[in-house]
Nanobody, 126 residues
Framework: GPLVESGGGSVQPGGSLTLSCEGA????????MTWFRQIAGEEREAVAS???????NYHDSVSGRFTISLDSANATLYLQMNSLKSEDTATYYC?????????????????????WGQGTQVTVSS
């Protein structure tokens, strides 16, 4: 089914939000599920990814603040975001893909992902 994000909103710097992505399933054994974010006029960048073996990858800018997790039983992908900063303001998208790229340094190649949600807006501002 389609990917549907929710949980975005407005929060003050230092605050927390948890994003959800329903419909997070894959028929492949070597899949990855990834949160991307995009600021208007800029490239969409990968933020955090989780692989079929449970391994995770994070963009340096969010490492230690964001946590990605997958509830396989309920087909829901999460992104727990703590210590939010103004530069985290963006539209956040979940995406799924499959292939060797999920298991190497290319996990952040957006063109390899085949399914996308519609996005949810996160605004961090005082």
């Amino acid at each position: 089914g389609p990917l549907v994000e929710s949980g975005g909103g407005s929060v003050q710097p230092g605050g927390s939000l948890t994003l959800s992505c329903e419909g997070a399933t894959s028929p492949y054994i070597n899949y990855c599920m990834t949160w991307f974010r995009q600021i208007a006029g800029e490239e969409r960048e990968a933020v955090a990814s989780i692989r079929s073996d449970g391994g995770t990858n994070y963009h340096d800018s969010v490492s230690g603040r964001f946590t990605i997790s997958l509830d396989s039983a309920n087909a829901t992908l999460y992104l727990q975001m703590n210590s939010l900063k103004s530069e985290d303001t963006a539209t956040y998208y979940c995406a799924t893909g499959a292939g060797d790229f999920c298991y190497n340094e290319n996990w952040n190649w957006r063109r390899r992902y085949t399914s996308w949600g519609q996005g949810t807006q996160v605004t961090v501002s005082s």
